[in-house]
């Protein structure tokens, strides 16, 4: 990519690094090193990682954005986080085109599209910048590493068998999902419904609606549900403002107990809808490790300690050791339930 004469004028007064590369230290870090692939004279990586979640002000990914930075912090890197308000693809764009011209080291991101992102991406690429997606996908071309919270599988399952269980195994129910294009959303609604139909014939999946992360949307889509569906017995929400905003419509309504919900929440979120028996059991995985540990898998891709092939493997600190699989993926591990029992143990 072509610098502006400005930049290229203040590049004269930097490190060159490499053949025609130039390091230019910007607006999001006050400390300079070499590139995503290379490193300074001094021998320093370029380990100004910036989070890119779906949007902020999100439970969920301030929780998994903070794990990102401790582990940044502590090897001594630079974390900064950046997003939209909305989780929209093309908010994300913009973000991604500044952090390229910016020359951060990486960009840990939570995909809101699995292709629309793709040109601004393969820009990010093509300029050194190491590309690490979690929790929610791209098409594998657009980025190194995926960090994966548990397989899609595993997450489609521990959701079905919760509420299918609830409702005793018949009846209807709904799904409240995030942004229609949400990769990771997409993929376990699919498999919530292959799932339904070989193993749960007398369930009956009557509607899937959309709330698009936001509280007040969540909240307006389970009202309408439950007006729409009157003889409707579940709600599954596999996102942590969807079912935190069901949670809070339900707990206040004449359906508490009548309609059983479940789906991906954080333990914080969820407690008081868990202990006024507006919610038996929820599930998810520790978003703070997954954050801690894409941030490792950022690291290892500058270090060049890994490169995002199967087989590949790296330290990832207080949380051992981790090898890349299939699709160049990482796992962070399997799903957790939460209920009444277990839900004070926890606090994220």
Same mark, same amino acid.
């Given at each position: 990519?072509?610098?502006?004469?400005?930049?290229?004028?203040?590049?004269?007064?930097?490190?060159?690094?490499?053949?025609?590369?130039?390091?230019?230290?910007?607006?999001?870090?006050?400390?300079?090193?070499?590139?995503?692939?290379?490193?300074?004279?001094?021998?320093?990586?370029?380990?100004?990682?910036?989070?890119?979640?779906? %949007?902020?002000?999100?439970?969920?990914? #301030?929780?998994?954005?903070?794990?990102?930075?401790?582990?940044?912090?502590?090897f001594k890197g630079t974390y900064?986080?950046?997003?939209?308000?909305?989780?929209?693809?093309?908010?994300?764009?913009?973000?991604? %085109?500044?952090?390229?011209?910016?020359?951060?080291?990486?960009?840990?991101?939570?995909? !809101?599209?699995?292709?629309?992102?793709?040109?601004?991406?393969?820009?990010?690429?093509?300029?050194?910048?190491?590309?690490?997606?979690?929790?929610?996908?791209?098409?594998?071309?657009?980025?190194?590493?995926?960090? %994966?919270?548990?397989?899609?599988?595993?997450?489609?399952?521990?959701?079905?068998?919760?509420?299918?269980?609830?409702?005793? #195994?018949?009846?209807?129910?709904?799904?409240?999902?995030?942004?229609? !294009?949400?990769?990771?959303?997409?993929?376990?609604?699919?498999?919530?419904?292959?799932?339904?139909?070989?193993?749960?014939?007398?369930?009956?999946?009557?509607?899937t609606v959309y709330g698009n992360?936001?509280?007040?949307?969540?909240?307006?889509?389970?009202?309408?549900?439950?007006?729409?569906?009157?003889?409707?017995?579940?709600?599954?929400?596999?996102?942590?403002?969807?079912?935190?905003?069901?949670?809070?419509?339900?707990?206040?309504?004449?359906?508490?107990?009548?309609?059983?919900?479940?789906?991906?929440?954080?333990?914080?979120?969820?407690?008081?809808?868990?202990?006024?028996?507006?919610?038996?059991?929820?599930?998810?995985? !520790?978003?703070?490790?997954?954050?801690?540990?894409?941030?490792?898998?950022?690291?290892?891709?500058?270090?060049?300690?890994?490169?995002?092939?199967?087989?590949?493997?790296?330290?990832?600190?207080?949380?051992?050791?981790?090898?890349?699989?299939?699709?160049?993926?990482?796992?962070?591990? #399997?799903?957790?339930?939460? !209920?009444?029992? %277990?839900?004070?143990?926890?606090?994220?």
């Open positions: 990519m072509m610098l502006p004469s400005t930049k290229r004028r203040a590049s004269r007064r930097l490190l060159t690094v490499g053949a025609g590369v130039v390091a230019v230290a910007l607006a999001l870090t006050a400390c300079s090193s070499g590139s995503g692939s290379n490193s300074s004279s001094g021998g320093d990586k370029n380990y100004k990682i910036t989070f890119l979640p779906k %949007n902020l002000g999100n439970p969920y990914f #301030d929780t998994s954005d903070k794990g990102g930075e401790t582990a940044i912090t502590s900064n986080q950046v997003g939209p308000s909305t989780a929209t693809a093309d908010a994300q764009v913009s973000y991604i %085109n500044t952090l390229t011209q910016q020359q951060v080291g990486a960009i840990v991101l939570s995909a !809101n599209d699995p292709t629309a992102l793709g040109s601004a991406l393969t820009q990010a690429k093509s300029a050194g910048v190491k590309i690490v997606t979690f929790d929610s996908d791209t098409d594998a071309k657009y980025r190194d590493v995926f960090v %994966n919270q548990a397989t899609a599988e595993g997450i489609a399952k521990v959701q079905v068998d919760i509420i299918t269980k609830e409702i005793g #195994d018949s009846g209807e129910i709904a799904i409240l999902s995030a942004a229609a !294009n949400a990769t990771n959303q997409n993929a376990w609604i699919d498999l919530m419904k292959k799932d339904l139909a070989a193993n749960h014939p007398n369930v009956k999946l009557v509607d992360d936001d509280d007040q949307t969540s909240f307006d889509k389970t009202a309408a549900l439950l007006q729409t569906h009157p003889d409707l017995k579940g709600i599954i929400s596999p996102t942590t403002v969807g079912v935190a905003a069901a949670a809070r419509y339900l707990s206040t309504s004449d359906a508490k107990g009548k309609v059983k919900l479940t789906g991906l929440g954080t333990p914080n979120q969820m407690r008081e809808f868990v202990k006024d028996g507006t919610v038996d059991e929820f599930a998810l995985w !520790n978003p703070e490790d997954l954050g801690y540990l894409a941030a490792f898998t950022a690291k290892a891709l500058i270090d060049g300690t890994i490169t995002g092939k199967k087989g590949d493997s790296f330290e990832a600190g207080k949380l051992g050791k981790f090898t890349v699989g299939d699709n160049n993926t990482v796992l962070l591990g #399997d799903p957790y339930v939460f !209920n009444k029992d %277990n839900i004070d143990k926890f606090n994220f």
